[in-house]
């Protein structure tokens, strides 16, 4: 148990039942210092498995450390006790070691009653990564829609990819799958953070070289808000039986809509549901302010609320019954073709306008309302009808689906 740092003298003389003999002449020596042997100083391209170092008889252990920072700020640190030790296998490599990283590391051994000095410090550089790289949703990405799509850059020699993601970053339960392309259409949950990465596969279906960086991302509420179309907000005049309309969301499969004189919705609601872009509500009351919503459900998922917009009907039951008392039209919504028929005697038809307030089309001949008025040839929305019956003039909402 020699210390490590002194120099040490010696010498020696012989001894016989008679006689001494003089001393020896002195000679010095100095316990060996610990030298690394692999991987050589400053190699490339290293696939990390172990390090070695001489070893020293009568040593009990090592203290290994490794870092990418060549002061030694913040190392992986093993200290293990193994007689006469020589080198440190990794069963699994420090997670600073990735691919193409420049590593520093050093070694010290000790024994019972002392420990040596540092070893000199050599590096090694990793070998570069062998994968696909990932294009999209980049890096850290927020807001990804849940009903998204993975993409990468195509890799030399892949027939296919192996596709792994998950909501943990260990993938251990990841959805592994494949894809022959370089995209993967993904159905996801909402508000969550993801992992994913791909590897190349051969054309026998064998995963070859390295997966790429592991990149990660997090969805969206899943289904955006839906945005409302019509009545405009703070529509004025609004008739006793008004269709609401807003964008549809596909995937989607229901909506519901709410309406209340209450604009917090904590009492008088009325709701409907539809499978549609738009519902008719109707007997609403003269005079009156009323709030509406909408939200899209798509199976388990649903929405947020939209914006909460708002309309007045008419003062006066005049026009405000229109619909019902002097005109029927049918289908409404219609995929184009409305069928109208006045019930107070004649009624004349006076202009279609679009949702913009434009007038797209004006009837100046017509005396006797038609019993059809194609708009196949017009984009689906929200148009409106004047009309002029023996109880006035008013405007007919129609729903071009």
């Not at 993938?171 to 590897?199: D, E, I, M």
Request: charged share 15%; aromatic share 14%.
């Amino acid at each position: 148990n020699l210390l490590f740092r002194p120099l040490y003298y010696w010498k020696i003389r012989a001894l016989t039942d008679d006689d001494t003999s003089d001393w020896s002449k002195v000679w010095v020596f100095k316990i060996l210092s610990v030298r690394l042997n692999t991987p050589r100083n400053n190699i490339t391209n290293l696939t990390l498995s172990s390090l070695d170092w001489n070893s020293i008889d009568g040593t009990t252990g090592y203290i290994l450390e490794l870092d990418t920072a060549a002061a030694f700020t913040k190392p992986f640190r093993v200290q293990d006790t193994v007689r006469n030790s020589f080198f440190h296998y990794f069963t699994t490599v420090p997670e600073m070691i990735g691919f193409q990283t420049k590593a520093y590391w050093r070694v010290k051994l000790f024994h019972e009653t002392d420990t040596s000095e540092w070893s000199p410090v050599w590096n090694f550089t990793t070998i570069a990564r062998r994968a696909p790289l990932l294009i999209s949703p980049t890096d850290s990405a927020i807001q990804v829609p849940i009903f998204g799509q993975l993409k990468w850059q195509a890799y030399s020699g892949a027939s296919s990819y192996a596709v792994h993601y998950g909501d943990k970053p260990d993938f251990s339960n990841a959805v592994k799958t494949t894809s022959t392309g370089t995209t993967l259409s993904v159905s996801l949950k909402a508000n969550t953070r993801y992992y994913w990465k791909v590897r190349g596969r051969n054309s026998d279906g064998n995963e070859f070289y390295d997966f790429s960086e592991t990149w990660t991302f997090t969805t969206d509420s899943g289904i955006p808000a839906p945005a409302l179309i019509s009545p405009a907000n703070n529509a004025e005049n609004q008739a006793l039986n008004v269709i609401f309309s807003w964008g549809k969301f596909t995937p989607s499969t229901s909506y519901r809509v709410e309406i209340s004189q209450d604009a917090t919705f904590n009492s008088g609601v009325v709701t409907k549901n539809s499978t549609t872009g738009t519902t008719y509500f109707t007997h609403l009351q003269n005079g009156t302010r009323y709030f509406w919503r909408v939200k899209t459900f798509n199976g388990s998922l649903e929405s947020p609320w939209s914006a909460t917009w708002s309309l007045n009907t008419a003062a006066q039951n005049g026009f405000a019954n229109l619909n019902l008392s002097d005109l029927e039209v049918f289908p409404n919504p219609s995929t184009g073709v409305f069928s109208l028929r006045g019930t107070s005697g004649a009624a004349k038809l006076r202009c279609l306008i679009d949702a913009q307030g434009r007038t797209l089309q004006e009837f100046e001949n017509s005396t006797v309302l038609p019993e059809i008025l194609d708009l196949s040839a017009m984009p689906a929305g929200v148009y409106f009808l004047q009309v002029e019956t023996a109880t006035g003039l008013g405007t007919l909402q129609l729903v071009r689906e």
